[in-house]
């Protein structure tokens, strides 16, 4: 017979249990209230999208039996899609059943009065240091069979990640190497590529960046005793640590991880100088992790006039060392072995998002990325991004290293030319400022490919700043002074066409075109660098050229171009226009005549006025194909080859007076030879 006092406490708990379970089955049902008509919810398995059609915003669905948490939909294009997920099966009394005491824990964190689990956040774990420290407090092994038996749901993973986090806070105080094996375990099991989809499911988009931050503060109070080169050694989370001196010449840490569940993987190493080394008055210790995955799940905080996401092409790699030693050499091995490297980068834990600025690339060879970083309490991680615009095909860099080759040899001719035919060809104003066009595009284009290759050979952190500034600067004013010459070259064409009774004097088309050739250019060059470079915004950060995705600095030079070409393709409409102006009676073979000389003048002024980069919008649409690359690459890599060839050879003037210049050459060296071979001359030789 049990007391009358026991049988009263049973009811009461009894009681408290059912009312507690009614009182949740009637918020539910006051939830959906709310929810628009038409849309049921369903209990027990777990609907793939929402029933009826996609009219309201979003509708929500419960979770599948033995889970708690609700599933969003957002309605996208009258379609439903997955936006949230706030599904767990994980709760304070599950991780700790089985174990001594669990009766005591699962009241102590009813006592603790845990907000019910809703539709914005995961169940808090307030009280899971205190079951740890009952349970197991060595080595927290007591919660570990309960997280990896649990299926990795986006509710379960913020679960862990609090759970995770709860950890760092209050058990920090004394960390072993048995405590980082466990908490490493853990922290593997929300890391697995399996459940990498579900981290975009978190209603909270700063679970990856807390993560991150508590496996770090929980690897700076591990306590090293002696060397030990593998602590955690998991599938998607390593952690390494040695004790380290100033005596010691250097210190690397190495890393082979697989970024899938295959024997093909990558590698990253960071290597502590000893310069670096040189600067601990007493023994230290570093500790390194790497995880191969966590690069896909970080989500950056919200970058402005930052439009496409900033992948990761590597190894994420942690660093804990004393305070007083701060720069760090990283190698990278690429996920993407096919595709270019934007930047070395640190993530900034307090911003939330990588930052340029933490690193330096020294290198970028093949398949391997060497980065020299800087340590700080607010950026321990690194890795590399990769450049999803810049197209890695051979074929372009073969296309281009040819084709600027070509380009330069054909200008230099192209000038040589003009200078042996000039006295013959200027006779009037407008041929005079027709070459004297020419000229300048050809010097202006000659002068923007030599100062092109010098800047791809430069990194704008690696090398010095000021002088990739300069190569910077002095790359957008020879390139706008060439568009601005080819638009004054379109605009004597105009002029050449409409006026034709009144001519203007040779010193006023002089004035013009050198306003517009170099005033204007050096008026937008000057203004770019006036407002950008104070804030370190005026180049990017990989190579030595106008930045685009802080300052927009290339605007500058986009806007004013693709101008250009809409003006100068207008002018040769024009042009084409008024060639075919048709003859009274005219025969076939007359309009064939038309067509074959519209069709020259296309040819010559497509090259003299640009309209190639025209095709560089076709770049810029996402996924493109690369052979629109290719014929972009191949149209403007050989610009200065078909400036000399329809600007300059089929330009029967040019080459009337270039003969007429050969012939004198000639008739002036057979006139030297028959003078020295004259009578008299020889009458002169034999009488000396």
Known sequence: MKSPATMICCLALFL??????YRSKIDMKDRHKYQSPGRKSTVGKTQEKCQGAC?????????????????????????????????????????????????????????????NLNFRAPEPVNSVAQGIRKNCPLDYGCIINVVKSSEATSGNIAFIVELLKNISIDLSDSVTQEK?????????????????????FIPDKNASSDLLQSVNLFARQLHLHNDSDSIVDELFIQTKGFRINHSISEKRFNFSMSTKNTTEGISGMIEIPRQELWKLQNASQAVSIAFPTLGAILNEAHLQNVSLPRLVNGLVLSVVLAENLKQILLTFEKTNKSQSSRACVGWHSRKRRWDENACVMIRDIRNKVRCRCDSSNAVMSFSILMSPKSITDKVLEYITCIGLSVSILSLIFCLIIEAMVWSRVVVTEISYMRHVC?????????????????????????????????????????????????????????????????????????????????????????????????????????????????????????????????????VVF????????????????????????????????????????????????????????????????????????????????????????????????????????????????VNH
Request: proline content about 3%; glycine content about 6%.
């Open 574 to 685: 024009v042009v084409a226009v008024n060639t075919q102006r048709p003859f009274i009676g005219s025969s076939k073979s007359q309009d064939v005549a038309i067509i074959m000389r519209i069709s020259k003048n296309v040819a010559i002024l497509t090259p003299l006025l640009g309209l190639t980069w025209g095709f560089g919008i076709t770049t810029l649409i996402e996924d493109i194909p690369s052979v629109f690359h290719i014929i972009f690459a191949l149209l403007n890599a050989f610009q200065g080859f078909f400036i000399l060839l329809f600007g300059t050879i089929m330009d029967h003037k040019i080459t009337d007076a270039l003969k007429m210049s050969m012939t004198l050459l000639k008739g002036k060296s057979r006139a030297a030879e028959n003078a020295t071979l004259s009578p008299t001359n020889g009458s002169k030789l």
């Open 180 to 200: 980082m094996k466990s908490y490493g375990k853990v922290a593997n099991h929300i890391l697995d590529t399996a459940a990498v989809s579900n981290w975009a």
């Open 438 to 570: 020419i000229v300048n595009i050809a010097v202006w284009l000659l002068t923007a490919n030599v100062c092109f290759i010098i800047a791809s050979n430069f990194n704008s952190k690696a090398q010095n700043y000021n002088l990739c500034v300069a190569v910077t600067f002095f790359s957008h004013f020879f390139y706008l002074s060439l568009f601005f010459w080819m638009l004054f070259k379109a605009l004597l064409i105009i002029y050449g066409i409409l006026v034709v009774f009144h001519r203007m004097m040779k010193s006023c088309m002089m004035a013009i075109g050198f306003a517009i050739g170099y005033g204007c250019p050096l008026v937008i060059a000057v203004t770019t660098v006036a407002i950008t470079e104070p804030g370190k915004g005026y180049m990017r950060p990989e190579a030595c050229w106008l930045n685009w995705d802080s300052t927009k600095a290339l605007l500058a030079f986009v806007i004013p171009a693709l101008v250009i070409v809409v003006v100068n393709l207008l």
């Open 16 to 21: 408290a249990t059912e009312c507690s379970h």
């Open 55 to 115: 009219t309201t915003s979003y509708c929500v669905q419960s979770c599948a039996k033995h889970f708690r948490g609700e599933i969003g939909f957002t309605c996208n294009q009258k379609k439903w899609q997955k936006s949230t997920e706030t599904c767990t099966s994980l709760s304070v009394e599950t991780l700790f059943q089985g174990s001594n005491g669990a009766s005591r824990v699962s009241i102590a964190a009813a006592s603790a009065s845990l907000p």
